[in-house]
């Protein structure tokens, strides 16, 4: 009996009851206070946002902006990357812009967060070295404004929002972006960064919606450097 009762409870682990017992909790508690929500959502999604960011498990896109299922397209990896040759980041953009016709996107970074600090580290990490190429390309690029600040975790943070400020210029240099400004179509691409210690989300105050906006900011940011947050 007793090797029965450990078998059951080794089952359990296996199959991850607990998360599916969750679910189901989750499950019911919507339905009760919205009968008709997965019926509805079964038929179409229409999110008016994507969100590109971290792969962080600490910081839950729909959670922390108090959305429901359907309601943003998400995107993430590590350390809320837009590259041009990432062709599955852009064809969830793709897909968005043209399908979903989303009328924002986010990106949306963290303070504290593991992959740029690993990217400003003299160090090998592996296979993910690749990755963060692209963050020390961002740090290279702001060397003048990183190099001002002497307390590490300053500096940290301080490429945390260059880094997001890079990846909004980023998602509007995509022609995806470009083609659907072309076409009219109301898209506005935004810079956020969610800070762990408070929970609070901090508007970077970088906000795109035209090509030309594009090219300016770019000027500006590279002069200056600077990050002003509402």
Known sequence: MRYYRRLVKLNA??????????????SEKVRQDRPTFFADLAQQQLPEYVWIGCSDSRVSASNIVGLMPGE???HRNIANLVIHT????????QFAVEVLQVKHIIVC????????NAALENK???????WLRHIQDVANLYENVLAKIEDETDKLNKLCELNVIEQVLNVGETTIV????????????????YDLTDGII?????????????????????????VSES
């Not at 970074?109 to 740029?116: E, F, I, L």
């Not at 090998?124 to 690749?130: A, F, Q, S, V």
């Open 13 to 26: 682990v296996k199959t991850l009851k607990h998360l599916l017992d969750n679910n189901k909790t989750w």
């Open 109 to 116: 970074g963290h303070y504290g967060c593991g992959g740029v």
């Open 72 to 74: 943003v397209f998400v």
């Open 202 to 226: 901090r508007d970077l105050n970088i906000h795109i919606e035209s090509q030309s906006e594009v090219k300016t900011l770019r000027r500006e940011f590279l002069l200056s450097g600077n």
């Open 178 to 193: 470009q083609d659907a400004w072309e076409r009219g179509q109301v898209l506005r691409v935004h810079g956020w960064i």
């Open 86 to 93: 990432d062709m599955n980041c852009l064809s969830v953009l």
């Open 124 to 130: 090998r990490h592996g296979l993910i070295d690749n």
